[in-house]
């Protein structure tokens, strides 16, 4: 059955393969167009019934049930130490929230937690813009048992971040923080995040940039290879950005890593 919350966000679910509305049914959500069901029987959406995390030491370890209990915060900083090269401590999770704060404080309707895991920016996003206003995402079903857990309060669906279950312009800002180098199809995800936000909106990330240095280029390329993740130079990610229909308003590199905010032009630009 649907739980409260889910309830309130209706109007902005849509089907994640063909984008029409969704109507209720005793068990979950069914698209009004293609037929579709969309299950709630384990207490949440699940917007991905059939399609599985990609393989790699990286997403295994996103999903199983013993280590995503650990992954606060050894893992991940051992993580932005590694790929990130922050070994000076130039981005402390202070900072991280201190950006989102300041760059979606003038942000209004429906927020997406993309790719949310434990909730370590989930919960940020609550406490700053209030918990009626945030959804979480995630494919794993591990992390979605976790954050449920964590936080009561959350609206959270399993889904997939090529098929974003929103309406177009549905969302007034996406945040996807330490996970675009982990999902598959980064440039398709971001078009994914161009069609659901509205014109306006904001979509703000943390993920790695490419080092310039070939000699840690070479480690991080390994860590790359055994965890089936990547880095990115700004300049991809601009094009990227671009091609969605999302204009660049900051951007700042500590260490190995890209902080960005991006807006939600009227149109987006031919790809």
Same mark, same amino acid.
């Given at each position: 059955?649907?739980?409260?919350? !889910?309830?309130?966000?209706?109007?902005?679910?849509?089907?994640?393969?063909?984008?029409?509305?969704?109507?209720?049914? #005793?068990?979950?959500?069914?698209?009004?167009?293609?037929?579709?069901?969309?299950?709630?029987?384990?207490?949440?959406?699940?917007? @991905?019934?059939?399609?599985?995390?990609?393989?790699?030491?990286?997403?295994?370890?996103?999903?199983?049930?013993?280590?995503?209990?650990?992954?606060?915060?050894?893992?991940?900083?051992?993580?932005?130490?590694? &790929?990130?090269?922050?070994?000076?401590?130039?981005?402390?999770?202070?900072?991280?929230?201190?950006?989102?704060?300041?760059?979606?404080?003038?942000?209004? $309707?429906?927020?997406? !937690?993309?790719?949310? #895991? @434990? =909730?370590?920016?989930?919960?940020?996003? &609550?406490?700053?813009? #209030?918990?009626?206003?945030?959804?979480?995402?995630?494919?794993?079903?591990? &992390?979605?048992?976790?954050?449920?857990?964590?936080?009561?309060?959350?609206?959270?669906?399993?889904?997939?971040?090529? =098929?974003?279950?929103?309406?177009?312009?549905?969302? =007034?800002?996406?945040?996807?923080?330490?996970?675009?180098?982990?999902?598959?199809?980064?440039?398709?995800?971001?078009?994914?995040? $161009?069609?659901?936000?509205?014109?306006?909106?904001?979509?703000?990330?943390?993920?790695?940039?490419?080092?310039?240095?070939?000699?840690?280029?070479?480690?991080?390329?390994?860590?790359?290879?055994?965890?089936?993740?990547?880095?990115?130079?700004?300049?991809?990610?601009?094009?990227?950005?671009?091609?969605? $229909?999302?204009?660049?308003? !900051?951007?700042?590199?500590?260490?190995? &890593?890209?902080?960005?905010?991006?807006?939600?032009?009227?149109?987006?630009?031919?790809?």
């Amino acid at each position: 059955m649907l739980d409260h919350l !889910d309830t309130r966000y209706h109007h902005a679910f849509a089907c994640p393969t063909c984008h029409a509305p969704l109507a209720a049914t #005793g068990d979950g959500l069914r698209c009004q167009a293609c037929g579709r069901d969309y299950p709630a029987t384990t207490g949440y959406l699940d917007f @991905a019934p059939a399609i599985a995390m990609k393989s790699g030491l990286g997403p295994l370890y996103m999903q199983d049930p013993l280590h995503v209990t650990r992954y606060e915060p050894a893992t991940r900083d051992a993580f932005l130490d590694i &790929m990130g090269e922050n070994w000076d401590h130039d981005l402390t999770p202070e900072s991280e929230d201190d950006y989102l704060r300041t760059n979606l404080s003038t942000t209004d $309707g429906l927020v997406l !937690d993309l790719a949310c #895991g @434990a =909730g370590r920016w989930t919960r940020t996003l &609550m406490r700053h813009l #209030g918990s009626e206003r945030v959804v979480g995402l995630d494919l794993s079903v591990a &992390m979605i048992d976790l954050v449920r857990t964590a936080l009561p309060d959350l609206c959270v669906v399993r889904g997939t971040a090529l =098929g974003l279950p929103f309406a177009d312009g549905s969302l =007034g800002a996406v945040n996807c923080s330490n996970a675009l180098q982990l999902l598959p199809d980064p440039r398709d995800v971001l078009v994914e995040v $161009g069609r659901c936000l509205r014109p306006g909106g904001l979509f703000t990330a943390f993920t790695f940039r490419r080092a310039d240095r070939p000699a840690y280029r070479h480690f991080q390329r390994k860590h790359e290879e055994t965890f089936n993740v990547r880095a990115f130079t700004t300049a991809e990610l601009t094009t990227w950005l671009t091609s969605a $229909g999302l204009e660049l308003v !900051d951007l700042r590199t500590p260490a190995g &890593m890209v902080l960005l905010t991006a807006r939600r032009v009227a149109e987006p630009s031919p790809r």
